[in-house]
């Protein structure tokens, strides 16, 4: 049994808890509502240790709970990676073009964290108060509140760049406190991280199959004081953090050694491998509603798990950062002669099935002469340029310019003609293809159908289950990954890389590469490897960032530490939109734009103050370029 009977309290006792710690009409109201009183809780250590799992219960709130809402929207939407399907767009609000101080989803996250805080808070000042409860005990449940608090508060810093600190919770009427500066919370979030570490009752992780694993480990509390550091721009100790891990027992998750055509990547993602020692923190989901991995099915397909929809897509930009097999960066004009100087409407001819000219197919059980060739007039009059057109190769010359690529793209993403296990109700296990245009899936050729058959986007593998491991909505098991290993590599190269001392870098770059099969760096076999210096190796390490951990919503608090995430969101950068510069939005793979994001100006990068907040502090002052 991977789960504990702490595990089990978090869906007894989250009503209890939320009653105590609800925000009704500001970030800290605390009227109880149909619960026991706060100061109860405290005379029990039962109630006590529901209290401190109540605050982990905040997590189920945003990522298995309010999965179609906007606070349990995936950040990475709002980042270069993915976008939102046309359906849920304005559920990334920030480049709908239309988001104020009063947009609604701006308040519901900052709401959202500050409960966090508040639950933290209420433990954190009362524990010791607990009878009957051994005081290395209450020692490990406030470290580990104080680690929640942290991540609250760094997740409110990113976004508004200054906020009120809270570390006593007060009465809604005495929530008067003025913002603090940017640098001053992040020192309070570095304060918290540090009693974590020096918290001797706090184990520094938890082995696969411990009672409490998924609990707070001083592993984590590294990893996030390092990422602070970062932001601050003190990379001396970002790299003492992220070096101190290696110490802990973390190692990347690689059975094969990195032999080549290994699939350690993938299986990474799988349940079996969920806590494997590269995982640092993570939401432990189980097979019950609210508490299970709703990733597997917003990223999947409709034929994941019974009927799942595919409302997050891969953008093309994200997709042409996997390199070559031998290290050099993507040019579709290698694979498919003419890209560059072709519309986004002509290149359709590339992603086309094969047989539409000669009819050679198959839909259903029928011959389907006809109806192929109907398909081929329709991309005439779409304007694809048929002259680029092959009847028969057409798929395999478009599957050479994925399968030619870093392992971990066709390990992240379904490609058009690759295939993918599946589980669709009425058919049940089966194996299908990505293939266009759509044709059929509950029969011969068994193309995989989607929320958008009319579109041809690229589609998740990473955190989409296979066959019927998941068949029940909402329950996928997989475990949703917050932090582990290949980052804190990936950020030890940065860090090294910005204090001059590059040649190190490549050795922690090259761990995460080897994993995956790929060529490594400053390989002489393969002269598009070769380091050129730190701006050079600054670049490499975005991208391994990119190719790694794309899907995982880390990307977009890196966007915004890197000062790139509005050139990024707001500015195309594949190769789909000849001659506009200043296109963007969720496109097809071949570059077609079916929305575009809108901006109401670079000062979007940092969040507005919600209006309420405002209307009930009136000293907090407002993010520049924001007007109520």
């Not at 929530?175 to 304060?191: F, G, L, M």
Request: charged share 25%.
């Amino acid at each position: 049994m991977k789960r504990t009977i702490k595990n089990i309290i978090i869906t007894v006792t989250g009503a209890i808890i939320l009653g105590i710690s609800g925000c009704d009409s500001n970030l800290l109201d605390t009227t109880p509502s149909n619960s026991i009183s706060s100061s109860g809780v405290w005379e029990s250590p039962v109630l006590a240790r529901a209290a401190a799992i109540g605050v982990y219960n905040g997590l189920y709130d945003k990522y298995s709970k309010n999965y179609d809402q906007a606070q349990g929207i995936v950040f990475d939407t709002m980042s270069s990676v993915m976008d939102l399907d046309i359906n849920w767009r304005t559920n990334c609000f920030v480049t709908t073009g239309s988001c104020t101080p009063s947009t609604n989803e701006v308040s519901i996250h900052y709401k959202y964290y500050y409960t966090i805080v508040y639950r933290a808070n209420d433990v954190i000042n009362n524990i010791d108060k607990v009878p009957e409860m051994d005081d290395g005990e209450k020692a490990q449940l406030k470290a580990e509140c104080k680690f929640l608090r942290a991540w609250a508060y760094f997740h409110l810093n990113v976004l508004w760049r200054g906020v009120p600190i809270y570390t006593e919770n007060v009465d809604p009427i005495e929530a008067t406190k003025p913002r603090s500066t940017e640098e001053e919370v992040w020192n309070q979030v570095i304060s918290d991280l540090t009693d974590c570490i020096n918290e001797p009752n706090l184990p520094n992780k938890y082995a696969q199959g411990d009672t409490n694993y998924g609990h707070i480990t001083k592993g984590a509390a590294y990893a996030f004081r390092g990422q602070a550091y970062q932001f601050l721009g003190d990379y001396e100790k970002a790299l003492s953090d992220f070096e101190a891990i290696e110490n802990l027992g973390y190692a990347l998750y690689s059975p094969s050694n990195g032999a080549p055509g290994n699939d350690d990547f993938f299986q990474l993602f799988k349940p079996a491998n969920e806590q494997c020692d590269e995982m640092i923190f993570s939401v432990q989901c189980i097979e019950t509603t609210g508490m299970g991995n709703p990733r597997a099915i917003n990223y999947g397909n409709r034929v994941t798990g019974g009927s799942a929809w595919n409302n997050y897509i891969p953008n093309p930009a994200f997709v042409e950062m996997f390199e070559c097999a031998d290290g050099s960066e993507f040019d579709w004009e290698k694979y498919c002669p003419g890209w560059h100087s072709m519309t986004p409407q002509e290149r359709v001819a590339f992603f086309l099935r094969d047989g539409l000219q000669s009819g050679n197919g198959v839909w259903g059980d029928t011959e389907a002469t006809s109806d192929y060739k109907t398909l081929y007039n329709n991309m005439v009059a779409y304007g694809a340029d048929m002259s680029k057109y092959l009847d028969q190769g057409n798929e395999e010359r478009i599957k050479k310019a994925y399968e030619d690529r870093d392992p971990r793209l066709m390990q992240s993403i379904i490609t058009p003609y690759s295939t993918y296990n599946g589980n669709e109700a009425g058919v049940g296990n089966h194996t299908w293809t990505l293939r266009w245009p759509y044709i059929l899936d509950a029969g011969e050729p068994y193309d995989i159908r989607t929320d958008t058959n009319s579109k041809f986007y690229y589609l998740w593998r990473k955190y989409v289950p296979e066959y019927d491991e998941c068949t029940t909505r909402w329950v996928y098991e997989e475990d949703i990954i917050l932090c582990r290993y290949a980052e804190i590599l990936l950020r030890r190269a940065e860090c090294l890389n910005e204090l001059g001392r590059t040649d190190e870098a490549i050795t922690y770059v090259n761990m995460v590469r080897r994993r995956a099969g790929h060529v490594l760096l400053n390989d002489p076999a393969y002269p598009a490897t070769t380091v050129k210096g730190q701006e050079d190796m600054r670049q490499r390490i975005r991208r391994e960032f990119y190719v790694e951990l794309g899907g995982e919503d880390s990307m977009f608090f890196n966007e915004l530490r890197w000062g790139t995430w509005y050139d990024r969101k707001f500015r195309d950068h594949s190769s789909g939109q000849v001659g506009e510069l200043n296109t963007n939005g969720m496109m097809q793979m071949w570059g077609e734009t079916t929305y575009t994001h809108l901006s109401v100006g670079e000062y979007v990068s940092v969040w507005p103050i919600p209006a309420k907040e405002r209307e009930m502090n009136s000293n907090l002052t407002q993010n520049p370029g924001w007007q109520d």
